[in-house]
Nanobody
Framework: VQLEESGGGLVQTGGSLRLSCAASGLTFSDYAMAWFRQAPGKEREFVGAIVWSGHSRTYSDSVKGRFTISRDNAKNTVYLQMNSLKPEDTAVYSC?????????????????WGQGTQVTVSS
């Protein structure tokens, strides 16, 4: 199983980025997908998750209303659209897959992880 993130980079405060995570080696539509992030010196933080069908999502309070998670099962890809970015959003963003019908928010519930992509928001 491979999860490969892309789309990170440097953006100014208030800007937008769209992250992608391409999955291979698994039946993508069987898995809930999530995004987590980790800033230097901080613990990994849940960002958002989407159920296998795409019909249900959940977000952390820190990104709700600014970030949107979506998926395309035909392309085995999950996305994270990030708008109104703030310096505190700076982190390495990783996608993860969980073989479940629900929406786990704990990283321990996710079996597969990508390597991550750096997002830096300048003030």
């Amino acid at each position: 199983v491979q999860l490969e993130e892309s789309g990170g980079g440097l953006v100014q405060t208030g800007g937008s980025l769209r992250l992608s995570c391409a999955a291979s080696g698994l039946t993508f539509s069987d898995y809930a997908m999530a995004w987590f992030r980790q800033a230097p010196g901080k613990e990994r933080e849940f960002v958002g998750a989407i159920v296998w069908s795409g019909h249900s999502r959940t977000y952390s309070d820190s990104v709700k209303g600014r970030f949107t998670i979506s998926r395309d099962n035909a392309k085995n890809t999950v996305y994270l659209q990030m708008n109104s970015l703030k310096p505190e959003d700076t982190a390495v963003y990783s996608c993860a897959a969980s073989y479940t019908m629900v929406l786990p928010t704990s990283g321990h519930r996710y079996e597969y992880w990508g390597q991550g992509t750096q997002v830096t928001v300048s003030s």
